[in-house]
C-alpha cells in the first residue's frame, strides 16, 4: 500500500513542479516587465528550487561524446551489447581518424565494469568509464528498474546476478581473446563468486580482478549501513521494505525494494548536508552563479534518480552477504542457469591478478572488507595481488571525482597492463600501497566537462576511420 500512496503523492505533486517551474522562467526572464522587480530575482531561485524538490527524476544518461587521449579526440558511440530481462550490457566504442591513435587502441585491454545493483543506476559510475575509455575497450552492465521488468521474465535472485557477470565476461572474452573485470561496491561479492566458478570449472578467467570499495567481509569495521543489515532479521527487511509494483508500470505485482525507500535511507544518512547543499543553491541562483548552480543540478540528478531492486535479489544479498557472510565461511553455493547447484571456491582462481582499493574514510564498506578478498584467493600468487588504501577518500571518491582521476585510475591503468598478457607466477610478498594526491595534481586545474571538444560530424570526417 505505501507504494501506492507514495505514486499518487507523486502524481499529485506533478502539476505544482510544472508551475514552479514555469513561475521560475518567468521571474528570471529580462524581457518581461515581472522579473524587474527587486525581489524577482529572489522569487525565481525559489521557484527554482521548489521545482528541483517537486519534480521526478528520471534514468540519467551516459552521454559521453568524446574523450581525450594523448590530447586527441576519440568519439565514443554507445551501445547495447547484450539484453538480458534485468540488465543491458554496454559498450562503448571508440572512434577515431589518427592512424596511429586507432593503432595504439586496437591493441588496448578490453574491461567489463560491473556496477552496482544497490540504489543508483549504471551511470554513477560515468567519471569511471570515461577515465577509463582512454586506456581501454570499455563494456559496463546496465541494470534495469524491477518496476519496468514484466512478471513474465520471471524472478531475479542473487545466483542470476552471478549468472548475469559469468555471461558477460564470457561475451567479453569471445570477441577480444580474454578480459579484465572491475567491480565497484555491492558487485564485488557476486563478481569474486562469478570468477571463482568459472575457475572451479576449468574455465578462462579474466586477466585481472580490480574490487573497490566492497562488502567482501563485511564483518570487519562494520559501518551504519553493514549494522542495519546485519542487526535486524531477514523477516524484518521481508516485511518492513519490500513492496509490489503498483498496475500503472510494467512490472505490476512483481516484489520489489522500492527505490523511493532508499532514497530516504540515503539521504538520511547525511540529512544536515543535503539541506545546507539546498540552501546553497538557492544563495547560487540569487547571486548568479550559474557555474557552482549547474553543478548542483548535475550531482542531484544523478543522486536522486534511482530504481527498484528486485526483492529476491535484495534479500538473498541480505542473508548470503551481511547475515550469514557464506563467501567467507565458504558455505555459498550457487545454482547455475542449468540447474545445477555449485559450490563458491575462491582459492580455485590461480591465473587472474587482484587489485583491492579502499577509501580511507569509506562510510558505506569499512576498512578491511574487500582487502579481505586477498586472503580467500589463497590459489593467487603474491605477486599478483595489490592492495590500495586511498587516503581522504570517502566512498565514491574511489571511483568518481579527482582523486579517482588523479591517484585511484593510474594505479588502475598500470596494474591492468600488466597483467595484460596473463600472470606468470612468482614468489614475492604482497604489496600495500598508500595512495596520496601529489601537491602538484592537486592544485592543478581540472578541464570542466564543458570543455571536451564535442564530436566532428561523421560527414566531415575523412581519412582513416574506425572504430575500437
Known amino acids: 500500500m505505501l507504494y501506492q500512496i507514495y505514486e499518487a503523492q507523486r502524481s499529485l505533486m506533478e502539476p505544482f513542479a510544472d508551475f514552479a517551474q514555469a513561475a521560475a522562467k518567468l521571474y528570471n526572464n529580462p524581457a518581461l516587465p515581472i522579473a ?16 528541483r524538490l517537486c519534480k521526478d527524476y528520471v534514468k540519467p544518461q551516459f552521454d ?14 554507445e551501445a547495447v551489447a547484450a539484453d538480458k530481462p534485468f540488465c543491458e550490457l554496454r559498450r562503448f566504442k571508440r572512434f577515431s581518424d589518427d592512424p596511429e591513435l586507432l593503432g595504439r587502441m586496437k591493441d588496448q585491454p578490453a574491461v567489463l ?15 569511471t568509464v570515461k577515465a577509463m575509455l582512454q586506456d581501454h575497450k570499455v563494456y559496463i552492465t546496465d541494470w534495469k528498474n524491477a518496476r519496468l521488468v514484466p512478471l513474465a ?48 570449472r576449468g574455465e578462462k578467467t579474466p586477466l585481472s580482478m580490480t574490487m573497490m570499495g566492497g562488502p567482501i567481509d563485511a564483518r570487519k569495521s562494520p559501518t551504519a549501513v553493514n549494522n542495519l543489515a546485519m542487526n535486524k532479521s531477514y523477516e524484518w527487511f521481508e516485511n518492513n521494505v519490500i513492496y509490489r509494483v503498483p ?8 516484489r520489489v525494494y522500492p527505490g523511493f525507500l532508499q532514497h530516504t535511507g540515503f539521504v538520511a544518512m547525511n540529512p544536515d548536508r543535503h539541506v545546507s547543499s539546498h540552501y546553497d543553491y538557492f544563495k547560487q541562483l540569487i547571486q548568479g552563479d550559474e ?37 567467507v565461511h565458504g558455505t555459498w553455493d550457487v545454482r547455475g542457469e542449468d540447474g545445477r547447484i555449485e559450490r563458491v571456491r575462491p582459492q580455485d582462481i590461480t591465473t587472474t591478478a587482484h587489485l583491492t582499493i579502499e577509501g580511507e574514510l569509506d562510510d558505506i564498506s569499512g576498512s578491511g572488507q574487500t582487502a579481505a578478498a586477498h586472503g580467500l584467493c589463497t590459489g593467487v600468487p603474491k605477486s599478483h595481488q595489490k592492495h ?26 598500470d596494474f591492468i597492463l600488466r597483467f595484460n598478457e596473463g600472470p606468470k ?6 604489496v600495500t600501497a598508500k595512495a596520496r594526491p601529489s601537491a602538484a595534481k592537486t592544485q592543478a586545474a581540472r578541464p570542466s566537462r564543458a570543455g571536451i571538444a564535442k564530436a566532428v560530424p561523421a560527414k566531415r570526417r575523412a581519412g582513416a576511420r574506425a572504430k575500437a
Open 113 to 127: 565494469i560491473v556496477a552496482p545493483l544497490s540504489g543508483h543506476y549504471a551511470t554513477l559510475l560515468r567519471d
Open 64 to 77: 559521453i561524446k568524446t574523450v581525450k587521449a594523448d590530447g586527441k579526440d576519440i568519439v565514443i558511440h
Open 425 to 430: 607466477p612468482a614468489k614475492t610478498t604482497p
Open 247 to 254: 498496475p500503472s508500470f510494467p512490472g505490476a505485482g512483481r
Open 388 to 413: 590500495i588504501e586511498v587516503e581522504g577518500a570517502g566512498h565514491y571518491g574511489i571511483f568518481s571525482g579527482r582523486r579517482w582521476r588523479d591517484v585511484v585510475y593510474p594505479q588502475v591503468r
Open 153 to 200: 521474465e520471471g524472478e531475479f535472485h542473487l545466483d542470476d546476478y552471478v549468472n548475469y557477470v559469468q555471461d558477460f565476461i564470457r561475451l567479453v572474452q569471445g570477441q577480444y581473446g580474454n578480459c579484465h573485470v572491475i567491480s565497484v561496491c555491492q558487485p564485488t561479492v557476486p563478481v569474486l563468486a562469478a570468477v571463482s566458478l568459472m575457475a572451479s
Open 36 to 51: 524587474q522587480g527587486p525581489m524577482s530575482q529572489r522569487m525565481s531561485a525559489g521557484y527554482e528550487l521548489m521545482y
Open 291 to 327: 557555474a557552482s548552480a549547474d553543478a548542483h543540478r548535475r550531482f542531484y540528478d544523478e543522486y536522486n534518480a534511482v530504481l527498484d531492486m528486485d526483492a529476491d535479489y535484495y534479500l538473498d544479498t541480505i542473508r548470503t552477504v551481511f547475515q550469514e557472510f557464506r563467501l
